[in-house]
């Protein structure tokens, strides 16, 4: 049993562990059932994530954006974001994009 501030929002299934959205993402490793907190505290190029998730903006999904051959990269979504801007951490990179009205599909 694992106490969270937010019910989990989303589950995202890897080959060895699985990672959950609650008030924050997590990865519980499946051999040994280790939860660690997934976005690593160190780790400046996630300090965009971090800010986002200290900020009383929660997780609502996870996706795998990467192909198999290459090295795992997930799209971490929040369900606040600075408006017109949506931030889309990489593993080594940051991008910002501006959003166009709704009539700019």
């Keep these: ?8 929002s989303c589950i995202y299934f890897t080959n060895y562990s699985i990672i959950i959205g609650t008030n924050k993402f997590y ?13 690593d505290k160190n780790d400046v190029s996630l300090s965009s994530a971090m800010f986002t998730a200290s900020s009383y903006s929660f997780p609502i999904a ?23 801007y949506l931030f889309v951490t990489y593993f080594n990179s940051l991008d910002v994009i501006e959003l166009q009205g709704h009539g700019a599909l």
Excluded: G, N, W
């Design 62 to 84: 996870i996706m795998q954006v990467s192909s198999a051959t290459q090295k795992e990269e997930y799209l971490l979504c929040f369900h606040a974001f600075r408006d017109p």
């Design 1 to 8: 049993e694992i106490e969270t501030l937010e019910p989990c």
């Design 27 to 39: 990865e519980i490793e499946m051999k040994q059932y280790v939860l660690e907190e997934f976005l």
